[in-house]
């Protein structure tokens, strides 16, 4: 869906609320009046939460890897309606985030993220998906021109690690940095979401990146296909790496949203991966849980039916009931608890924002 449709949608829902409010009592209102539920009020609390730990040059964060973190905060906001031209206080946070972000010492001078905040690639992926998903957002002619520029470079980036020679099995993939000679898929899909989202902006992404992508996607698919391509089971999952067969709950949801981002909507790996995750629910104390249940709510939602319905059911009663009294969640498991409160919050608030479908690359 076009950007500048959705700022306008969303621009024009605001005003028409403002004009609504202004009414006399005695005038019957055009417009139902909104109902807030259960996950608009923690949504709400969330976003006051994340952004209560900006600091003054903009970052969002509250433990390390400040670039990133602001990028997942920002995409956050994005998700559920905030723009950087509001004058509200999270459209104000929204503006300053993204100047932080878009700041010069940031990125290196080809375009790449990950070495000034070490997340390496991850941080990459993420923030070029942000920064692709902002164009048109900006605040400013002159915000929206740089986050344009940067877009390009960061995409650059991505295009060129994913040329770098590597065994049959790895190509198509990404991992750790941009000369990595293997790849992963929980890497992999960060990246390939960004050229997916930058294609969509009309940057310039080669369509044989994302065909590549996908080829690789496949190779992780834990089933084995035949000559045709269909999986000898019905229901299967995504691995970490290609050709294994321990489909894990955070790599088959990466899977199922990376696939139907690229327009496999038909694909059985589609369904197989959809079919297994009814059977592989999320749990919070599972490793991994916040980053999986993001996946898992967008993935769900995008398969529609069943799966959309119980995916946005389970999502809602879990990560409801262990929000913090400051809006706040963080993670059971060690390895990403050790990420902090900014980040469980921002991937829940992203789980939480199907009911709104904001980001274009989330929309079906």
């Given at each position: 869906?076009?950007?500048?449709?959705?700022?306008?949608t969303?621009?024009?829902?605001a005003?028409?609320?403002?004009?609504?409010?202004?009414?006399?009592?005695?005038t019957?209102?055009?417009?139902s009046?909104f109902q807030?539920?259960?996950?608009d009020?923690?949504?709400?609390?969330?976003?006051a939460?994340?952004i209560?730990?900006?600091?003054?040059d903009?970052a969002?964060?509250?433990?390390?890897?400040?670039?990133?973190?602001?990028?997942l905060?920002?995409m956050?906001?994005?998700?559920?309606?905030?723009q950087?031209?509001?004058?509200?206080?999270?459209?104000q946070?929204?503006?300053?985030?993204?100047?932080?972000?878009?700041?010069?010492?940031?990125?290196?001078d080809?375009?790449y993220?990950g070495?000034k905040?070490?997340?390496?690639m991850?941080?990459?992926?993420i923030?070029?998906l942000?920064?692709?998903?902002?164009?048109?957002m900006?605040?400013?002619?002159?915000?929206?021109?740089?986050?344009?520029?940067?877009?390009?470079?960061?995409?650059?980036?991505?295009l060129?690690?994913?040329k770098?020679?590597?065994?049959?099995h790895?190509?198509?993939?990404?991992?750790?940095t941009?000369d990595?000679?293997?790849?992963d898929?929980?890497?992999?899909?960060?990246?390939?979401?960004?050229?997916?989202?930058?294609k969509?902006?009309?940057?310039q992404v080669?369509g044989s990146?994302?065909r590549?992508?996908?080829e690789?996607l496949?190779?992780?698919?834990?089933s084995?296909?035949?000559?045709?391509?269909?999986?000898?089971?019905?229901a299967?999952?995504?691995?970490?790496?290609?050709?294994q067969?321990?489909?894990?709950?955070?790599?088959t949801?990466?899977?199922?949203l990376?696939?139907?981002v690229?327009g496999?909507y038909?694909?059985?790996?589609v369904a197989?991966?959809?079919?297994?995750?009814?059977?592989?629910p999320p749990?919070?104390?599972?490793?991994?849980?916040?980053?999986?249940?993001y996946?898992?709510?967008?993935g769900?939602?995008?398969?529609?039916?069943e799966h959309?319905?119980?995916?946005?059911?389970?999502?809602?009663?879990m990560?409801?009931e262990?929000?913090?009294?400051?809006?706040?969640?963080l993670?059971?498991?060690?390895?990403e608890?050790n990420?902090?409160?900014?980040?469980?919050?921002?991937?829940?608030?992203l789980?939480l924002?199907?009911?709104?479908?904001?980001?274009?690359?989330?929309?079906?």
């Amino acid at each position: 869906m076009n950007k500048t449709f959705v700022a306008a949608t969303i621009l024009s829902l605001a005003t028409c609320n403002a004009l609504h409010a202004q009414e006399p009592a005695d005038t019957a209102p055009a417009v139902s009046v909104f109902q807030k539920d259960q996950t608009d009020i923690a949504i709400d609390k969330a976003i006051a939460y994340l952004i209560s730990k900006q600091r003054d040059d903009g970052a969002i964060l509250d433990k390390g890897i400040d670039t990133t973190m602001t990028a997942l905060a920002i995409m956050a906001m994005a998700s559920v309606g905030v723009q950087a031209t509001d004058v509200s206080p999270e459209g104000q946070a929204m503006q300053k985030a993204l100047a932080f972000v878009l700041k010069e010492d940031r990125v290196d001078d080809k375009g790449y993220f990950g070495n000034k905040d070490g997340s390496r690639m991850y941080g990459h992926g993420i923030i070029t998906l942000m920064l692709t998903e902002m164009i048109g957002m900006g605040a400013t002619a002159e915000q929206d021109q740089l986050i344009h520029d940067r877009c390009q470079k960061a995409i650059d980036v991505i295009l060129s690690s994913q040329k770098e020679k590597k065994p049959t099995h790895y190509r198509g993939g990404w991992r750790y940095t941009p000369d990595s000679k293997d790849s992963d898929l929980s890497a992999t899909v960060w990246q390939l979401m960004a050229l997916r989202s930058a294609k969509n902006d009309g940057l310039q992404v080669p369509g044989s990146a994302i065909r590549d992508a996908v080829e690789y996607l496949k190779r992780s698919y834990a089933s084995k296909l035949d000559e045709n391509g269909l999986p000898d089971k019905k229901a299967s999952g995504f691995c970490y790496e290609p050709n294994q067969n321990n489909p894990t709950f955070t790599m088959t949801a990466a899977g199922l949203l990376a696939m139907q981002v690229c327009g496999e909507y038909e694909s059985p790996l589609v369904a197989g991966a959809a079919d297994w995750l009814l059977e592989h629910p999320p749990k919070w104390n599972e490793r991994f849980c916040m980053y999986g249940t993001y996946y898992y709510a967008q993935g769900m939602y995008q398969r529609g039916g069943e799966h959309a319905t119980t995916a946005e059911k389970l999502v809602q009663e879990m990560l409801l009931e262990k929000q913090s009294g400051d809006g706040s969640w963080l993670a059971e498991n060690g390895e990403e608890r050790n990420h902090g409160a900014v980040y469980s919050t921002s991937m829940s608030v992203l789980s939480l924002s199907v009911k709104y479908h904001y980001l274009p690359i989330y929309q079906k």
